[in-house]
């Protein structure tokens, strides 16, 4: 015989499963679109990190090896009074011209970096204009330099004493631009840092629901399994009592 509730229980499974399965679909849809989410923020990163952050440490570093050509140049430049005279006309234009190209490469990348800032960020803003006002002392230290030693001037206290203004004036500018440059640094590595934070993230996310909808599935599948074998071993339970002669033995199938 049949048990009227078989129906019921068949709906009743219908129902559990197709929430399982409604569960795991709610599930991969909300994860996708976290993963999304925060694959989108780790593009946003890298864009900034290579449109902005790459370049500007770029330029900044560049900006900070200039600085060191003029201050060797300067000091050769400087050394050209303790050579023969022979000597001195014959290395003064090269070393002079050096000296002079230094200088020019600097006003370029500065000028190129400046270009380059966010015109709404105050601060790069500021400290573009520091860069250039430091650029212009350099420049004007340099040329006053030049001139003394063109001019052949015999004071050596003058002389030297410019040259410790010019040296003073170089160091202020490498003071300027080490702490901006280890702040981009830390800038980047912050960055670094925080993407693969989030990428972590996604596969700690995508593997605890992968394991949820395991666990789920397995979960479907013993009720199914459950559901389907409970009435075979009814059957087979009341059988084997009527093979031993219970024939009053009736199988109720719920």
């Not at 500007?56 to 050509?69: P, Q, R, V, W, Y």
């Not at 234009?93 to 270009?115: C, F, G, M, R, V």
């Not at 004071?155 to 410790?164: E, H, S």
């Amino acid at each position: 015989t049949t048990n009227t509730t078989t129906p019921m229980k068949l709906f009743s499974i219908r129902v559990k499963l197709s929430g399982v399965f409604l569960f795991i679909t709610l599930l991969a849809g909300a994860m996708g679109y976290s993963n999304t989410r925060s694959l989108n923020t780790i593009d946003e990163i890298f864009n900034e990190i290579i449109k902005k952050d790459v370049p500007h440490t770029n330029a900044l570093l560049e900006i900070k090896t200039a600085a060191s050509e003029i201050e060797t140049h300067t000091v050769n430049f400087q050394l050209l009074g303790e050579e023969t005279s022979q000597q001195e006309d014959a290395s003064t234009p090269n070393k002079k011209h050096a000296l002079l190209a230094s200088i020019e490469k600097l006003q370029k990348l500065i000028e190129k970096y400046t270009q380059s800032i966010n015109e709404e960020d105050q601060a790069e803003k500021a400290f573009s204009q520091k860069l250039t006002e430091a650029q212009n002392h350099i420049l004007n230290a340099v040329t006053d330099f030049i001139g003394l030693k063109e001019q052949q001037v015999k004071n050596t206290t003058l002389l030297n004493a410019k040259a410790r203004e010019l040296s003073t004036i170089q160091s202020e500018f490498k003071n300027l631009i080490e702490p901006e440059l280890e702040k981009e640094i830390n800038e980047l590595a912050e960055k670094e840092h925080k993407a693969v934070q989030i990428s972590q993230k996604i596969k700690r996310n995508t593997l605890i629901a992968l394991l949820m909808a395991i666990f789920l599935s397995l979960l479907a599948g013993i009720t199914v399994a459950n559901a389907i074998a409970k009435p075979i071993i009814a059957i087979q339970n009341a059988a084997q009592e009527i093979a031993e002669g219970n024939l009053k033995k009736r199988v109720v199938v719920a």
